[in-house]
């Protein structure tokens, strides 16, 4: 079955530290690849996304990704992170070639910026 | 404003109570979602419906009855629920045919069962 696996479900960084979280994905087809992200007492919002060329991606607010395909991963990262950043990030697949836009979430990485 | 509005946004009921779940999107969009938030697990797609068509069950129990009657508005009809169905249920919209996987997702509806 496809799925999502999200390494970290708990992380806890000091202000300027700098953070990568873990996604990878089990589908050996062509994938479309997301980071969404929750902050407190708000809605999911799309934080970046892979469709296809450089693997390199940059979202908002600093946030950055990258696709590596050999090892199934699209791993976000940030090199300093700001109190602002405490928020439930959420990776999510999407194979490519169905009907509809159905999304594949991972658990969730909840994470915690301490000032 | 997401411009997806689920309402209402807590809801407490009992086993055998029938209720119901209001999702409307401002954002002229034709595809509408369900998926249910519980902790420590991933969201789980329910249903999903394109141009007012169901067109994904993702083997949602019958006591979960999806309703769409135009394509601005999704409703979640509830009726004799178990407690492990207490969640956050998530609406969400996108453009069929559009950037695949692109949703606005409203702010859910965190729904209790006694």
């Known amino acids: 079955a496809q799925s999502v696996s999200q390494h970290n479900h708990h992380v806890i960084l000091s202000e300027a530290a700098s953070l990568e979280l873990g996604c990878n994905y089990s589908?050996?087809?062509?994938?479309?690849l997301f980071w969404y992200v929750q902050y407190p007492g708000q809605h999911l919002q799309l934080l970046l996304k892979y469709f296809s060329g450089d693997p390199l991606v940059k979202g908002i607010k600093g946030f950055e990704a990258e696709f590596i395909k050999s090892k199934f991963s699209f791993n976000l990262r940030k090199p300093s992170v700001q109190w602002s950043d405490t928020a439930e990030y959420f990776c999510a697949v999407n194979p490519t070639g169905g009907a509809t836009n159905k999304l594949i979430f991972g658990t969730g990485t909840l994470l915690a910026v301490q000032p | 404003e997401t411009g997806v509005t689920q309402t209402p946004r807590h809801l407490v009921m009992g086993m055998t109570n029938k209720k119901s779940l209001k999702c409307e999107q401002h954002?002229?969009?034709?595809?509408m979602y369900w998926y249910k938030q519980s902790a420590k697990k991933p969201l789980e797609l329910m249903f999903v419906y394109s141009l007012e068509e169901r067109v994904e069950n993702n083997s949602v129990p019958s006591r979960f009855s999806p309703e769409c009657p135009n394509s601005s508005h999704l409703f979640l009809h509830l009726h004799t629920l178990q407690p492990e169905d207490s969640a956050l249920y998530l609406c969400?919209?996108?453009?069929?045919?559009?950037?695949?996987?692109?949703?606005?997702f409203g702010e859910g509806s965190r729904l209790t069962v006694l």
């Open positions: 969400a919209s996108s453009q069929a045919g559009g950037r695949v996987g692109e949703l606005f």
């Open positions: 589908y050996g087809g062509t994938v479309n």
């Open positions: 954002l002229g969009h034709n595809a």
